[in-house]
């Protein structure tokens, strides 16, 4: 049987305490005013996530980290603070959490003043090595959930402030597997295709709001599991793309910066693949070993 423990209706019992941001605060440092342009990111605590938080911590931005563990998205926030000198706060946001449970983190930061400016979905739950035979309907309805479902959740609270705003940005971090399948990785790619169509529904849906919604599609990232290739696949190393690298997290960031922010205001609905030209190739062109 499903786990309905999610139920999206049901109400949850919730306490916010007081996070190590907010000690920030009490020690004297200076809340910016909600003029300041506000992004909030999802598994911004480290890899692509973190390098995005930084690029936006660069333009000025205040930066609200999520993460499913709040002690880490309160570091993390602090390392932004200390390293951009802009407000960041760290946020619980869970897939095990309930949609009136991550209601109340957009209400609280509502309370704080801003009214969301953009929105990240960076989060995944990455399905590795759920082989179509084998895969538990949990285990790949769990994928499922949280790429597509949690996503849904989160990008309409988002939605609601950025209306309240009269304008606004959601930018899923996709992949290129939406389109172009690695083994073993069906709930996976499923869900990054669902995402991709539900992108270009929101975008459809939330235009007349003046909200825009659009997708950066990452090829590979150079994150630990491909600089180790845990992923057991050889034929997706760097110099096996055309421009013979893959991306760094801020090339991603870059990307998600353009489609976040005013720059790319007539832009909605779009997709930019970043993955150095892999998708473009038939066959990777695989150099002779030495
Ligand atoms: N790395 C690549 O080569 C690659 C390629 C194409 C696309 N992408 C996409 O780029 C985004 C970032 O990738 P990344 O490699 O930098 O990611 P990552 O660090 O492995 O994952 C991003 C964050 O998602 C959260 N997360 C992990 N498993 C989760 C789960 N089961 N349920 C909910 N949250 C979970 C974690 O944050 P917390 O633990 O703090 O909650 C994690 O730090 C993802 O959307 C991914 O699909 C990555």
Redesign the pocket.
């Known amino acids: 049987m499903p786990d309905h423990s999610r139920d999206v209706n049901k109400l949850c019992a919730v306490s916010i305490v007081p996070t190590l941001s907010d000690q920030y605060f009490l020690k004297g440092f200076k809340k910016v005013n909600n003029m300041k342009k506000s992004v909030f990111i ?2 911004a ?5 973190f390098g995005i938080a930084e690029r936006f911590a660069k333009e000025g931005y205040t930066v609200f980290i999520g ?3 709040q002690g ?2 309160d570091k993390a926030a602090e390392k932004i603070t200390e390293k951009y000198g802009v407000y960041s706060k760290g946020y619980r946001a ?2 095990a959490m309930c949609e009136e449970e991550l209601r109340i983190v957009f209400d609280e930061i509502k309370a704080e003043g801003y009214l969301l400016d953009c929105l990240v979905l ?5 399905g590795i090595k759920q082989e179509f035979l084998t895969v538990s309907v949990e285990e790949f309805s ?1 994928v499922i959930y ?1 790429n597509m479902i949690w996503n849904f959740i989160i990008a309409r609270l988002a939605a609601l402030h950025m209306m309240e705003k009269g304008k606004g940005s959601i930018v899923f ?5 939406a389109y172009r399948c690695i083994p073993d990785r069906i709930a996976y790619s499923a869900s ?1 295709g669902g995402a991709l169509s539900m992108m270009r529904a929101m975008a459809f849906d939330l235009g007349k709001y003046n909200i825009r919604v659009n997708a950066v599609l ?4 150079k ?1 630990d ?2 600089e180790n290739n845990y992923n057991d696949c050889r034929a997706a190393l760097s110099n096996y793309t055309p421009l013979g690298d893959i991306a760094t ?1 801020e090339d ?1 960031a870059n990307a998600v910066y353009y489609f976040g922010s005013d720059e790319s205001r007539n832009t909605t609905g779009a997709e930019m693949v970043v993955d150095g030209g892999n998708m473009i190739q038939l066959y990777p062109i695989i150099p002779d070993e030495k």
């Open positions: 999802t598994g605590v480290v890899n692509t996530g993460s499913r563990d880490r998205a869970d897939p960076n989060a995944a739950n990455l769990d949280t971090v996709n992949s290129n597997t990054k990452p090829g590979m990232i994150t599991r491909w997290f991603i």
